[in-house]
């Protein structure tokens, strides 16, 4: 009897709760009905309880799945009480704005450094004796890497300031498609630099190791001010630091916040994509600032440095003045790199015009 007594006041309390819930439905929507009357259009208790982000029921289960719009998160300075995703959208201008501050600087800085100093080229002749300083895998990746992150700077930039410099001058139409296009392109052209920022770095990890003589380097400003030649290994101070702080350190952060971007069904939450689009906006900035500098030194600035990487080649007298340790070192048979007396005539006059047009 008392099985049945138990059944029974479950089936009871079953039947209670099964009439109250869709009673409880009924008097809401009732009085939705009767608010439409009194306020037209005054959905405020809906979406009061849809922006309280308390789950709701949904047929596609997953993450968040059932929660249609972020509850308040962490707030800025002066803000009021608005949800994460807005918060979020509010973050986006200032960080990017002193982003853009920060790239203007490098390209202003690089301008009056040149027409302050002029071009860093070599004091005596060039020797006609050509070191090899890369090889041709050693280009492969470094040009891979290179032009990749500079298509990925422009097409970002575009994204990121487009709306308020382009979209004025273009109209919606031309920067619909532009816009477009740079999205497609910057998603497309990342597995490149992917791909292409591990192998750089254990390719030139042993060269870019800190030595005492970086000190000294740094010390001196690399000579950039005094017009002396500072002497350094395979690579100095500041293309060590180009190295650990522009490919380690951004390099990898943009790699992993660009994956958790690119690949939203991996079923990370709407707060971790928004942290990580603020993240890679603040690496992708600093890293277009670094870039700036180390392009406008290896072209413009340092004479014979383009060659360089781009041919395999430098002469005898660009790597004594430039690298004066590691050209010791070639000498010396301590170092990898290599004299080589067999060169194409093309590539050799090439490297040696790079220093005689300048002086």
Partial sequence: MRNIAA????????????????????????????????????????????????????????????????????????????????????????LATVGGVVVAIAL?????????????????RPTGRLIRRFSTPERAVHWSMGLSFVVLAASG??????????????????????????KNTHNFIAPVFIVSVPIFMVMFFRDNLPTAQDLKWLKAGGGVFTGKNVPSGRFNAGEKLQYWGLVVFLGLILIVTGLILLFPNFDQSR??????????????????????????????????????????YVDETWAKEHHGSWYEDVRAGRSRQRFVDEVPAETAARVQASLLQSR
Avoid at 108 to 124: C, E
Wanted: overall charge positive.
């Fill in 271 to 312: 707060s971790t994509m928004q942290l990580a689009n603020v993240v890679h906006i603040v690496a992708a900035m600093l890293g277009i600032a670094m870039a700036v500098g180390h392009v406008f030194m290896g072209t413009v600035y340092t004479k014979g440095a383009y060659e360089g990487m781009r041919y395999g």
């Fill in 157 to 182: 930039l575009i994204l990121t300031f487009g709306k308020t410099l382009l979209l004025p001058v273009f109209g919606y139409t031309l920067f619909a498609w532009l816009a477009n296009a740079a």
């Fill in 108 to 124: 202003l800085g690089s301008a009056l450094i040149y027409f302050w100093k002029g071009p860093h080229t070599v004091h005596d």
């Fill in 7 to 94: 059944l029974l006041g479950a089936f009871a309390a079953f039947a209670l709760v099964a009439t109250t819930v869709p009673a409880l439905a009924q008097d809401t929507a009732r009085d939705q009905v009767q608010r439409q009357q009194v306020q037209p259009l005054n959905n405020a208790p809906v979406w009061r309880d849809v922006r309280s982000g308390d789950p709701a029921y949904t047929s596609v289960k997953g993450r968040e799945t059932e929660v249609l719009i972020q509850p308040s998160g962490v707030l800025l300075p002066g803000q009021k009480a608005i949800t994460a995703g807005e918060n979020w959208r509010l973050a986006r201008v200032p």
